[in-house]
Every structure is written in C-alpha cells, then in structure tokens.
C-alpha cells in the first residue's frame, strides 16, 4: 500500500531553518504531484506548497511562506522536502506530507525562543 512517512521536523528559534524529508513507496512517486500541508494546534489543516509530477515541474506556494520555504522532489529517491528558512512562531505546526489520496503521519515543527 501507499507509505508516506515525514521527517526531520524538531525545535528550532525564530530565524532558524529546517529541511523535511517525505519518503514515498507503494505508487508511482514521479507521476504524482504532492504537497505539504500543516496543522496548528486548535487550528484546520492549512495548504503550504505543492510540486507537480511528471515531466514539467511547477511549484506553488501559500503566502504566508512564500519566500521563505522552498518544495523540491528526489524521484530516483521517492523522496519529497520541504526546506524551510527564516523560521517563524506562526509555522509551529503538524506538517504532512500528502499525494491527495493519503497522507503521512506527520512530523512536528516548533518555532520557539
């Protein structure tokens, strides 16, 4: 079956910089656009950055990070991320890794002096 399994979320001040890694197995990664999408606490799931599949790559952006974070894919890896610079206390959040159909477990990023 379809895996997505999260990583390399943590603890981090205001300013820092975090990469997360996503890694895929059970469909045709390359073939698919995925995205990262992020839960506050106390708040609905929120729409952070997507990159197409196939042979033309295009990415987008929410506002709120636009500038800041930058989605990337590794398809000879089957492996998403999301490199995350100039870190704010607004982007403590679950972060998931999703394919539309399913979604990782999540890995939590906290942004905190």
């Known amino acids: 079956g379809v895996q997505l399994v999260e990583s390399g979320g943590g603890l981090v001040q205001p300013g820092g910089s975090l990469r997360l890694s996503c890694a895929a197995s059970?469909?045709?990664?390359?073939?698919?656009?995925m995205s990262w999408v992020r839960q506050a606490p106390g708040k609905d799931l929120e729409w952070v950055s997507t990159?197409?599949?196939?042979?033309?790559?295009?990415?987008a952006y929410a506002d709120p990070v636009k500038g800041r974070f930058t989605i990337s894919r590794d398809n000879a890896k089957n492996t998403l991320y999301l490199q995350m610079n100039n870190l704010k206390t607004e982007d403590t959040a679950m972060y998931y890794c999703?394919?539309?159909?399913?979604r990782g477990q999540g890995t939590q990023v906290t942004v905190s002096a």
């Open positions: 990159i197409t599949g196939g042979g033309d790559i295009t990415t």
């Open positions: 059970g469909f045709t990664f390359a073939d698919y656009g």
């Open positions: 999703t394919n539309g159909p399913a």
